[in-house]
């Protein structure tokens, strides 16, 4: 079992920063990739990135060259790192785990999910 809770979001102007962290449970969170997504009102919820058990780091389109993920297993903690931010990055960010997942983009990918944590870019 694998508990998530993500913490870092806020309010911020387009063109700042926010860092996202998500902190796990659990003995073997170097055994899981972990993934972030995110949901905006009225749409469906979509992959940001993930970075596998092994350090593969995936990317949607949308975010690359503006947001980095990374890990530290010691913490068991994964991070976001959104720079250059948009008002159409605005939603509720959730990041997820899966054991031994090479499904990054994909929610069936992942076993367990967090809460999210609310974006907020204004104009």
């Known amino acids: 079992q694998v508990q998530l809770v993500e913490s870092g979001g806020g309010l911020v102007q387009a063109g700042g920063s926010l860092r996202l962290s998500c902190a796990a449970s659990?003995?073997?969170?170097?055994?899981?990739?972990m993934g972030w997504f995110r949901q905006a009102p009225g749409k469906e919820r979509e992959f940001v990135a993930a970075i596998s058990w092994d350090g593969v780091t995936v990317y949607a389109d949308s975010v690359k060259g503006r947001f980095t993920i990374s890990r530290d297993n010691a913490k068991k903690t994964v991070y976001l790192q959104m720079n250059s931010l948009k008002p159409e990055d605005t939603a509720v960010y959730s990041c997820?785990?899966?054991?031994?997942?090479?499904?990054?983009?994909?929610?069936?990918?992942?076993?367990?999910w967090g809460q999210g944590t609310q974006v907020t870019v204004s104009s």
């Open positions: 997820a785990a899966g054991y031994y997942s090479r499904s990054y983009d994909r929610e069936n990918g992942y076993n367990y």
């Open positions: 659990g003995r073997t969170f170097s055994s899981y990739t």
